[in-house]
Every structure is written in C-alpha cells, then in structure tokens.
C-alpha cells in the first residue's frame, strides 16, 4: 500500500497529515477521537533534522494531552550515512525521537507503529521499534543490512547468505523475519479497513514489553526471552 | 602478570578488558555476576557462520558497590565480535535493566564496547536494542539514573549510539567514540570523499570524547583511567535528569539550537571556535585537566538535558 492509500483506508472521513521532505505528520479523526500520525515516507534516509522535527510533533501531542494515540508509519532508509549529521551527533537525535515516543506512550498515548515500505538500522530502531506495537503490512522491507552489505562485512558469499537466509530468520532481512523474532506484532490485512485493525491494536496493547515472549513463540529469537528472565530473577542488590 | 600487582584504578580503560573494568570501577570485591561465564550461555547463531564463541557472549552483568552504594552493572567485552548485540548479550542487558525498577538501585551503569549490531544475529540484536531502550525508559521513570561509561576500543556505535543516546548521563573519553554510522560504513556507502576512514584525527574529532562532551552529548570527559570513570560515575549518578516533558522539551530546545548554531559547519573545529575556542587546532592535544578548564569557560556545556 502507498501512504495516500493507508491514509485513506484509515480516515474515511478525510485527515490533515501532510508529506514534506519525506516527513509525515499530522491528524485526523479516528473513533471519536484523534490519530496523530508522524513518519517516514518515500524511502527518506532519516538524518538530524527529520527526527528533530518528528520529535517535536510528538512533544506536541503529549503537550495537548487527551491520550491520543501516535501512530508511526514508516518507509524508510537507514539513518542518513553522512559526516555532517554524525558531526552534529546523530545519535543524540534519533535517540531524542525514540525517548520522545516512549515518554508519550507512558504518559497514555498509545503508540502503534506500521511499517508499509522498507526501513532499516538507526532510522528503524528510532521511529517503528519505539512503539509499544509494531505492525506491518504486506511487502514491507525492515531490514538491519540488506545481504550484500552483510556479505561484505562477514565475508561470507552473498550465495551462501542467500542460502542460509531461507531458514535463518534471526539474520535475514524482510518482514516476516521481523515477524519470527518478535519486533513486529501483527501484519495487518490489505484488503480490509485499516482503521478498525489498527484501534483493535490500540485496544489490545501489551502492558509490558511482550517482544521477546513472541520471539520465543514463534522460534525466531529461542532464547532471548529466557535469558533475560533468569538475569532479572538472578539480580539482587549487594 | 604484570596485571596482578598493578592497581586496577590506574590501568588504562581502554586496554583493559570488560572484567577488569568493573573490577575497578566497583568497590574491591564486591561485584557478583549473573549468568557468568560458568554457565555458558552461548550464542545459538554463530556456529551457522562457522565463528567461534564465548561463554557469556561479550556481555557481563551483575551487582555491585560504588561508594557503598548498591548499583547494577552491564559491561560489552570490545574483543569479542567488537562487542556486537547478539541475541544473548542483548538478552543479558534487558533482563538487568528489567530488574531495576524493582530493586531501586543507586544507578544502573552501562559500560559501553560496541560497533553495534552483530549482523550474524542482526534482527535479533536490532530488536533487543529497542528492547533495551524501552527498558531505560522505564528505569529512569522509575527514578534511577541510567549511567553510560563510554571509553573502550568499539567505542559506542551504531545501535549502541543510540542506547547512549537515552542514557540519563554519560562519561567519555579521549579514546570513546560515539556515533551512529561508523567511518567505514559512511565511506562505503558515500565514498572516501565524503569520509575518510584513515583519517584517524578526523574520526577523533568528528566522533570522539572532546566533540561530543563540547557539543553537549555528553557530561563528563574522563582521562583514560579506570580510576577517572569510576569517579565521573560517582559525580554523575547524583545529577541524572529525571525522565519526563520537561527533560525532554529542554532536549528538544538544545538539539534544535545545535542545528542553528552549527548545521552549516563542515568539521568539528568550526564548531569549536564558534562555541568560543580560542585554539581549536590544539583542542585534541589538551590533557583532561587543561580541557576542563577550557569547557569552565564555555557556557553551552552545561547545557545537558537527555
């Protein structure tokens, strides 16, 4: 789905989110309510100044308060790869967008997000992966590294890779990997409105961070979830 | 050998190994790890790749006593797989920060060794550094401060950048990097022009300790001594940011200035100058002592909310 259609399918009714230098932002009516939504669209590589303007719009939301829910649509690059942005301390940037959203969804502004295109590394932790549910629809791309680049930094052949990223979901790019490991929640159906899947998201939200119990369920991150469990019962304070 | 009858407070943070960090960051003795290397909890992934690995997978996490206060500590060991996020390592550090909100401890401290995420594992390592940072939301919401150390070989990148990033406080040294894309990775994506890898006085200056504590993104510089981390740690435990609109406003503000202030500089020493250093040329060659009293001078590092 393109964002005009996502748009669309959620706010029937019309919606006041605009697309400006590959940044989304703004709202629309949603089941008596409002949707804020804020993003990434056109494959937009997200460097210092788009993840400033898009925590600014979250901040804006939570200063109005009223609980209403952030979605965060994303289709995008990685983190912009340039020395101007690591100069001004890019990291800082997209860890303020990352904060901002899980500031939001504490103080009750339910956060969903929605991968509909590609999205990888910096870009994809900072923006989707904050949220408290992830979704994604069909044909998305999340990626950590497309397998050329992981070839060229493990040194392994691409066809080998290639090979292995059949039945190797915890290193293989593509949406159904992100599935297997727990980052991605639910992959939303297409062909039906969007707008009651993503308020029966909203509704069904976990209280806690369940991310890596999905991982467990569905075999693509085995032991995560354990391991982190028995370092949690095992602390004690000296 | 020598290791055991030199002080482990005056050994070099960046040389010495993840262990021996914690050994002498904490006080004598006290530290007891979960999960250690007796337990070997390995990596599931990388006998796939053929690649060795270790028993506790180049992530150390425990409990321990900073100045006789109780603390939680997680340390990345750099020499292993450059202290990547897998899935077990990642695991380890969200299990412990998961433990904090109940046990209130004085601070959680990070000791930060990584070039991010280990690509083996990637969507594992990518997902648990989204977990993490839920995590140290949560335990700085809960009131306890979130301290990153960061000074080792790998320095703090890529997903690693970003935890550091959410961090309540951080303290850096000379030899700590923090940045989200590497040298390497910029020039193979964008070519040598727009970043030369071997040019180490450019990634220094670019990415390293010096810029990022002038520029406010971070709050200690430490000399590169266990003994000046343990201390930049006690100092910054006490003055963590609370987790909240107001802290995170003001970051808005800060991050928002950087970009009006600096957005058209092309390297770090512009930066500098306009920031009110007087030499900026021989910024990189200060001792900790002469660059603290440069930044007493220089309004804008004081300008710290994270």
Same mark, same amino acid.
């Given at each position: 789905? *393109? ?206 961070? *369940? ?28 | ?100 909100? =109940? ?138 940011? =609370? ?64």
């Amino acid at each position: 789905m *393109t964002l005009a259609e996502i748009l669309a399918s959620l706010f029937p009714e019309g919606h006041d989110v605009a697309v400006t230098d590959g940044l989304v932002a703004g709202d629309g009516p949603f089941w008596g309510g409002r949707l804020a939504v804020i993003g990434v669209d056109g494959n937009t590589a997200l460097g210092v100044e788009g993840a400033c303007r898009l925590a600014g719009c979250v901040l804006d939301v939570v200063r109005r308060g009223g609980g209403t829910p952030i979605l965060v649509v994303v289709d995008s690059d990685s983190q912009r790869m340039s020395r101007r942005d690591e100069l001004l301390g890019l990291n800082e940037y997209l860890a303020h967008l990352a904060k901002c959203l899980l500031l939001a969804d504490r103080g009750g502004h339910p956060t969903v997000g929605l991968v509909y295109g590609h999205t990888a590394a910096g870009a994809f932790i900072a923006t989707a992966l904050a949220t408290r549910a992830l979704a994604g629809l069909p044909g998305a791309n999340p990626s950590v590294m497309d397998l050329p680049s992981v070839a060229r930094v493990t040194k392994l052949p691409l066809d080998r890779l290639e090979a292995m990223a059949k039945d190797t979901p915890v290193f293989a790019p593509g949406l159904d990997n992100m599935v297997r490991t727990g980052a991605v929640h639910a992959v939303l159906d297409p062909a039906q409105p969007l707008g009651p899947q993503v308020a029966a998201l909203i509704d069904g939200l976990p209280a806690a961070d *369940t991310r890596d119990a999905l991982g467990a369920e569905r075999g693509g991150r085995p032991v995560a979830q354990a391991i982190a469990a028995e370092v949690a019962r095992g602390a004690r304070l000296g | 050998m020598s290791e055991r009858i030199t002080d482990p407070r005056a050994a070099s943070w960046y040389e010495a190994s993840a262990r021996a960090r914690i050994d002498g960051l904490l006080d004598p003795g006290s530290f007891a790890e979960i999960l250690g290397p007796e337990q070997r909890r390995m990596s599931p992934h990388l006998p796939l790749f053929d690649l060795p690995r270790a028993f506790d997978d180049g992530m150390i996490v425990g409990a321990g006593r900073l100045d006789g206060r109780p603390v939680l500590v997680a340390a990345q060991e750099g020499r292993f797989m450059g202290g990547a996020f897998g899935e077990v390592h990642g695991a380890k550090l969200v299990g412990l920060l998961r433990a904090a909100p =109940a046990l209130k401890p004085a601070a959680v401290l990070i000791l930060f060794d990584t070039g991010g995420v280990r690509l083996q594992e990637a969507n594992a390592g990518e997902t648990a550094i989204a977990e993490v940072m839920r995590a140290i939301a949560e335990v700085r919401a809960a009131g306890v401060p979130v301290v990153g150390l960061i000074g080792g070989r790998a320095g703090a990148y890529g997903g690693g950048g970003l935890i550091a990033g959410t961090c309540s406080r951080l303290a850096v040294s000379e030899g700590g990097r923090i940045s989200v894309s590497g040298p390497e990775v910029i020039e193979t994506n964008k070519g040598a022009e727009e970043f030369d890898s071997r040019d180490r006085a450019l990634v220094w200056r670019t990415m390293g300790g010096k810029h990022r504590r002038l520029t406010g993104g971070a709050d200690a510089f430490a000399d590169d001594t266990v003994a000046a981390f343990r201390a930049a740690a006690i100092d910054l435990i006490g003055r963590a940011p =609370a987790f909240d609109l107001v802290t995170l406003e003001a970051e808005q503000a800060r991050l928002e200035q950087r970009l009006d202030r600096f957005g058209d500089c092309r390297d770090a020493a512009e930066i500098w100058g306009r920031l009110g250093v007087n030499d900026p040329a021989a910024v990189p060659g200060l001792t900790a002592a002469d660059f603290d009293a440069l930044l007493a001078g220089l309004a804008e590092t004081t300008h710290d909310a994270r």
